[in-house]
Structure formats: structure tokens, C-alpha cells
């Protein structure tokens, strides 16, 4: 029996879902950030994420997804997609696709590491003519193990 939109298996494939569900989840996040405390955490109910995403969609994947995206994006490795309060659809698009695998002791982002780095690539993309490269770092999401 498959899992239901509020579930997967404890390891495993997250199931991918749409990028735009991502997009929503984590606003969500990011308008409770600033009600955080210093060093604790905030409950947010994932009916809220149901009611705000396609109704096809796992809401336990969203949220995985989402969170990891707020990890990253509190981590500083996403400050290059940064829009003011936003980010660049293609980090959600990122997030929502690439493999990520539920494991005994955490979660296994290195597709999403991955696919940041070709998204960075792409940016800055020199033309084959030019003998110069671009400046910055490939960003380097820790994985969690």
C-alpha cells in the first residue's frame, strides 16, 4: 500500500513533488522565522501546508523539501539565489526534484548539493571564447548524515 500524503517510509526515497508546493511551504517557514527564539524551534502543522498545495501532493515530502531548502538558505548557501525576502524559483525547482533519500540518521542531500552547483554553473557560464573564469565558489550544502 502506498503512503499516504501525510507520510513515507522511515528511509527511503522523499518523494519529489511540485516545485511550486516547495515555493509555498517555504513561506511558510519563512514567515515563522522571525518568531523563532534564539535557540529553539517552532511547530508548524502540516495541515497548513495541505491547504495550501496541489491536493495530490505528499504534504510530508513538501515539508521535508521545504526545510531543507530553510537549512540551506540559513546555512548562507543559498544567499546567490536571494531575491530580497525571496529566492529564485529554480532553487525550489532544485529542491522539489532532486533525489533525496531518508536514512537512519538523517536525510541524504547530495542532489541538491548537485544540482545547486549546476545551477551556479549556469549562472555564471563563460563564453568559450574567453579566457577568464567567473569568480565565487560552488556552493557546498552540508549533508546530513
Known amino acids: 500500500m502506498p503512503p499516504s500524503k ?3 517510509p522511515a528511509e527511503g526515497p522523499v518523494p519529489t513533488v511540485k516545485p511550486n ?6 513561506e511558510v517557514f519563512a514567515a515563522a522565522r522571525p518568531h523563532q527564539i534564539q535557540e529553539g ?3 508548524i502543522s502540516p495541515a497548513i501546508f495541505a491547504d495550501r498545495c496541489d491536493p495530490a501532493s505528499n504534504v510530508a515530502a513538501v515539508g521535508i523539501r521545504a526545510m531543507i531548502v530553510e537549512a540551506a538558505l540559513q546555512a548562507g548557501a543559498l544567499d546567490r539565489w536571494r531575491k530580497d525576502d525571496d529566492l529564485d524559483d529554480r532553487v ?5 526534484t532532486c533525489s533525496i533519500t531518508r ?4 536525510f541524504d542531500i ?8 549546476e545551477l551556479f554553473a549556469q549562472q555564471y557560464k563563460q563564453p568559450e571564447n574567453q ?3 567567473a569568480a565565487g565558489k560552488q556552493p ?6
Open 110 to 117: 547530495g542532489d541538491f548539493d548537485e544540482g545547486l552547483g
Open 21 to 26: 508546493d516547495v515555493k509555498v511551504a517555504w
Open 92 to 96: 525550489f525547482e532544485v529542491a522539489a
Open 6 to 8: 501525510w507520510e513515507f
Open 131 to 133: 579566457h577568464h573564469s
Open 140 to 145: 557546498n550544502v552540508a549533508r546530513q548524515r
Open 41 to 43: 524551534t517552532v511547530g
Open 103 to 106: 536514512t537512519a540518521d538523517g
